[in-house]
């Protein structure tokens, strides 16, 4: 039983966790919560598109906004980081 919560919770869980910034067009840049300014973080460009799937304190693309804490499930096509699933913690 073990084994199989832990295989489930290893393909539910996101790809990447974070703030949006630079919201621009069809795609935005995903920051880290907390920034440390002695290290350099990793700032992913995360692409979307109308059949990109939005679940939580918002249901629509277009109401995505700079600033909200978002979880995203992405698949990586051509080098791009396509968002399937954004999962909106707060406003």
Not at 12 to 28: C, M
Not at 61 to 82: C, F, P, R, S, Y
């Amino acid at each position: 039983m073990i084994v199989i919560m832990l295989i489930v919770f290893f393909f539910y869980r996101a790809d990447y966790h974070g703030v949006i910034r630079g919201l621009e067009g069809n795609q935005f840049t995903l920051y880290p919560l907390k920034v440390n300014p002695e290290y350099e973080h990793y700032t992913p460009v995360i692409f979307f598109s109308k059949d990109t799937y939005v679940i939580g304190e918002t249901n629509s693309i277009t109401d995505l906004k700079h600033g909200q804490e978002v979880e995203l499930w992405v698949e990586e096509i051509d080098e791009k980081k396509i968002a399937k699933k954004i999962k909106v913690i707060n406003e």
